[in-house]
């Protein structure tokens, strides 16, 4: 079991779920966009949320400030976090700025909000499960798509409910947060995300 949650931790990693949600998007959208664009769209945002924070954390790990892909303590979560903090507003400003595609553009404001809350709680000694904040903001992305587009989604719905369900069972058993700290990565991953929808709901 042990193998198994970890391997659901790895697979559901916080870098890749901004990924998750845009091919998501693009496979979904009812809008007609470019088939060109949205690779060059999916390969700049997949180098700057995956490449590069992976780069960064061997980095990080070669100079001793970082032990685990995993970051255990809030020590560790903050420069990464600054660094992610940064990343994200680089994708706004080049990738999905707000001209272009208004759904996607919220919500990587609403991933930036949710990061800046993770950074000032963990600067105050208080560790979120990053895994809960990453996937319920993308879960709440797509409640937002499915209401946005009148699209019934309903089987995506279901699974990412099963996803999020078996993200937070895996970091109880593998002893990586409480309770506590699953559920306040909770409510940091979709409230900022509900505020977005405001704006382009």
């Known amino acids: 079991m042990k193998w198994f949650f970890n391997c659901i931790s790895f697979v559901f990693h916080p870098i890749v779920m901004p990924l998750i949600a845009v091919v998501f998007y693009f496979h979904k959208s009812p809008r007609f966009i470019p088939e060109q664009w949205i690779d060059a769209k999916i390969i700049s945002l997949f180098i700057l ?3 590069l924070p992976i780069l960064i954390f061997y980095l990080l790990k070669t100079l001793g400030k970082a032990n685990s892909i995993y970051l255990r303590t809030t020590k560790e979560r903050i420069l990464p976090l600054l660094v ?35 950074l000032v709680l963990n600067i105050i000694k208080f560790k979120v499960s990053l895994h809960m904040v990453a996937i319920s903001g993308v879960f709440m992305f797509f409640i937002g798509f499915a209401l946005h587009f009148s699209k019934n989604i309903n089987g995506t719905l279901a ?6 369900g078996t993200v937070a069972t895996a970091r109880l058993y593998l002893k990586a947060h409480t309770p506590r700290e699953l559920f306040i990565g909770l409510l940091i991953g979709v409230i900022p995300q509900i505020i977005a929808e405001n704006y382009w709901l």
Do not use: D, K
């Open 49 to 51: 949320t995956v490449l």
């Open 84 to 118: 992610n903090i940064i990343i994200i507003l680089l994708i706004l400003y080049r990738v999905f700025p707000s001209h272009q595609i208004i759904e996607l553009y919220y919500f990587f404001i609403g991933v930036l909000i949710s990061n800046i809350t993770a």
């Open 159 to 164: 699974l990412m409910s099963l996803i999020t």
